[in-house]
C-alpha cells in the first residue's frame, strides 16, 4: 500500500532509508496508519513532518525523514488512503515449503524508550563460539547494559559505574 519511488536508483535509495525506520518503528501499526491528536498540520504530509519531530530521537528522526524529500508525499497519501478505509485487497501469502521451518523467538527487554538496534549475541567471525550464548545492547537513553539470557528466557538491566 506504501509504493516505492519509480527507478532502480530512486527504489533503492527509499528502501535503505525506510529501512532505518524500522530499527524502532513498524510500518502499518496504529501509530503509523493513524495521527495523535497532538500532530498538528494542516494536510497529512505536514503532520508526519510534526510527527517525526516528537520523541527522545525527535530531532534525528526529523532529519532522516527529511531525506526522503518528495517521497514524503507517498507516506501522507498512504495515511490518507486508510483514514478513507482503504486496506490490502489481498492477504499476504502464509509461508509454503522450507519458510515454514522458521521459528522467530521474540522478546521485549530493556525498557519502553530504549532502541537496541545495537545488540550483540555472537562473535561475527564465528557465531558458533557463543551459541546460545547471552545478548547484550547498549541503552544510550538510560545509561545501561541491557542482558537477555534466551536459554533462561530472563533479562535483567545492568547499571555501569560512572
Known amino acids: 500500500m506504501l509504493p516505492a519511488p519509480e527507478g532502480a536508483a530512486n527504489q533503492q535509495q527509499f528502501q535503505q532509508h525506510i529501512k532505518e525506520c524500522f530499527d524502532c518503528h513498524q510500518l502499518g501499526g496504529r501509530p503509523t496508519r493513524e495521527f495523535a491528536p497532538y500532530v498538528t498540520g494542516a494536510n497529512s504530509l505536514e ?65 519502553p524508550i530504549d532502541g537496541r538496534a545495537d545488540s550483540a549475541s555472537a562473535d561475527l567471525r564465528n557465531p558458533r563460539l557463543t551459541a546460545n550464548g547471552k545478548i547484550f545492547g547498549v541503552s544510550q537513553m538510560n545509561d545501561a547494559l541491557m542482558e537477555l539470557d534466551p536459554v533462561e528466557n530472563k533479562a535483567r538491566v545492568i547499571k555501569p559505574p560512572t
Open 47 to 111: 503532520k508526519w513532518d510534526t510527527r517525526t519531530k516528537y520523541g527522545p530521537s525527535g530531532p534525528s528522526m526529523f532529519t532522516f525523514f527529511q531525506r526522503f524529500g518528495d517521497h514524503r508525499k507517498a507516506f501522507a497519501d498512504w495515511t490518507d488512503r486508510i483514514a478513507k478505509g482503504e486496506a490490502p485487497t489481498t492477504a499476504p501469502p502464509r509461508p509454503a515449503g522450507v519458510q515454514r521451518n522458521l521459528v522467530i523467538s521474540l522478546w521485549d527487554w530493556g525498557s
